[in-house]
Nanobody, 124 residues
Framework: QVQLVESGGGAVQTGGSLRLSCLAS????????MGWFRQAPGKEREFVAS????????RYADSVKGRFTISRDNAKNTLYLQMNSLKPEDTAVFYC?????????????????WGHGTQVTISS
């Protein structure tokens, strides 16, 4: 089993920055891929970014390209999401996800492990 705990959410103004962290525990050596999803009120959960463990290859949603950066520190079992130039439409609950399979996944069904989420609120 893998446990994921997000932190770093909060409220900032448009144009601000936040860095989300996700601490993984348990069978962390089995995680081939990790990522972030988000869900805004009244909307479906959507892909944000993912990273493949074996080579660090990344993929981003078009809506966050150039503004968000996903990274991981294997020694600390921690995944990060650096978010810059934040917009009100980025307001959502952000979820950390992990999969035992190695790949660049964008489908929520590809990730077996989910954190409980952290709220990000961007005011105009």
């Amino acid at each position: 089993q893998v446990q994921l705990v997000e932190s770093g959410g909060g409220a900032v103004q448009t144009g601000g920055s936040l860095r989300l962290s996700c601490l993984a525990s348990g069978r962390t050596f089995s995680m081939g891929s990790m990522g972030w999803f988000r869900q805004a009120p009244g909307k479906e959960r959507e892909f944000v970014a993912s990273i493949r463990s074996i080579d660090g290859q990344t993929r981003y949603a078009d809506s966050v390209k150039g503004r968000f950066t996903i990274s991981r520190d294997n020694a600390k079992n921690t995944l990060y999401l650096q978010m810059n130039s934040l917009k009100p439409e980025d307001t959502a609950v952000f979820y950390c996800v992990a999969s035992a399979a190695s790949g660049i996944f964008i489908n929520p069904s590809s990730f077996a492990y989910w954190g409980h989420g952290t709220q990000v609120t961007i005011s105009s």
